[in-house]
């Protein structure tokens, strides 16, 4: 469980161990780390910076990745990456939830779980690393989180919802659409979980998917009657 309390040399230490750099200035880390709801001494400046920074270097990997690409695909493929629920994922694997830094309104509401507050806190982190060092290291950084993610890209799919996706893949095939419906509902107000499942015509297996909103459930769902199709196709 996170704490409210400034961080210990510890935390610092394998924080920094997950990141894989080390600030000189452990003032930037610790504010890149609080969130607006600890005072007014907070990342939003931090998180300003950052989002300016992260935009630029993913679009110049991508446009020398893709030199073929048009703008508009450059653009979808740019906001795929850098929205919010990917920066919350890349916010997961360096495990920031254990040491953002809350209010206790914040802390008690579940904040160190919320998509929002973790991808702020990846931009404000970027910005940090820029005034800690230099742009150079800076990109480097983004481009080391962002590694498998860019390798692993499809001109043709990646940034598309996963709904979208398998609704253009139903309308090749001419099938009918997607059906999806909310078959339970559970947690706390403030921590809702919903349990969605997507049918099929002409496939029996019902793919379901559990989120803390009925759309992300839904591409879930989504995502698993894809990797069905793919695997069909595969013969797997």
Same mark, same amino acid.
């Given at each position: 469980?996170?704490?409210?309390?400034?961080?210990? =040399?510890?935390?610092?230490?394998?924080?920094?161990?997950?990141?894989?750099? +080390?600030?000189? &200035?452990?003032?930037?880390?610790?504010? @890149?780390?609080?969130?607006?709801?600890?005072?007014?001494?907070?990342?939003?400046?931090? +998180? #300003?910076?950052?989002?300016?920074?992260?935009?630029?270097?993913? @679009?110049? $990997?991508?446009?020398?990745?893709?030199?073929? $690409?048009?703008?508009?695909?450059?653009?979808?493929?740019?906001?795929?990456?850098?929205?919010? +629920?990917?920066?919350?994922?890349?916010?997961?694997?360096?495990?920031?939830? &254990?040491?953002?830094?809350?209010?206790?309104?914040?802390? =008690?509401?579940?904040?160190?779980?919320?998509?929002?507050?973790?991808?702020?806190?990846?931009? $404000?982190?970027?910005?940090?690393?820029?005034?800690?060092?230099?742009? #150079? !290291? !800076?990109?480097?950084?983004?481009? *080391?989180?962002?590694?498998?993610?860019? $390798?692993?890209?499809?001109?043709?799919?990646?940034?598309?919802?996963?709904?979208?996706?398998?609704?253009?893949?139903?309308?090749?095939?001419?099938?009918?659409?997607?059906?999806?419906?909310?078959?339970?509902?559970?947690?706390?107000?403030?921590?809702?979980?919903? *349990?969605?499942? !997507?049918?099929?015509?002409?496939?029996?297996?019902?793919?379901?998917?559990?989120?803390?909103? =009925?759309?992300?459930?839904?591409?879930? @769902?989504? *995502?698993?009657?894809?990797?069905?199709? &793919?695997?069909?196709?595969?013969?797997?």
């Amino acid at each position: 469980m996170k704490k409210a309390t400034p961080l210990s =040399k510890t935390d610092i230490y394998l924080l920094e161990k997950r990141l894989a750099y +080390e600030f000189k &200035d452990k003032r930037l880390l610790e504010l @890149a780390l609080s969130h607006r709801s600890v005072g007014p001494k907070n990342n939003e400046r931090l +998180e #300003f910076l950052g989002d300016s920074l992260l935009n630029l270097t993913i @679009a110049e $990997a991508l446009f020398h990745q893709f030199p073929d $690409a048009k703008e508009g695909d450059l653009s979808r493929l740019r906001a795929h990456l850098v929205k919010g +629920e990917t920066l919350a994922e890349i916010a997961r694997e360096k495990q920031l939830g &254990d040491v953002v830094l809350l209010g206790t309104g914040e802390m =008690k509401s579940g904040g160190f779980r919320r998509d929002s507050i973790l991808a702020d806190t990846v931009e $404000a982190l970027i910005g940090a690393i820029y005034l800690d060092q230099d742009m #150079f !290291c !800076c990109q480097n950084k983004v481009l *080391e989180w962002y590694e498998s993610r860019l $390798a692993g890209l499809d001109l043709k799919k990646a940034g598309k919802d996963p709904k979208t996706c398998l609704q253009e893949l139903m309308q090749e095939k001419s099938l009918a659409l997607p059906a999806y419906r909310v078959l339970n509902e559970s947690g706390e107000n403030h921590a809702r979980m919903y *349990e969605v499942e !997507c049918r099929l015509v002409n496939v029996e297996q019902v793919f379901c998917a559990i989120a803390s909103s =009925k759309r992300q459930a839904e591409k879930k @769902a989504a *995502e698993l009657a894809l990797q069905y199709f &793919d695997e069909e196709v595969s013969g797997n």
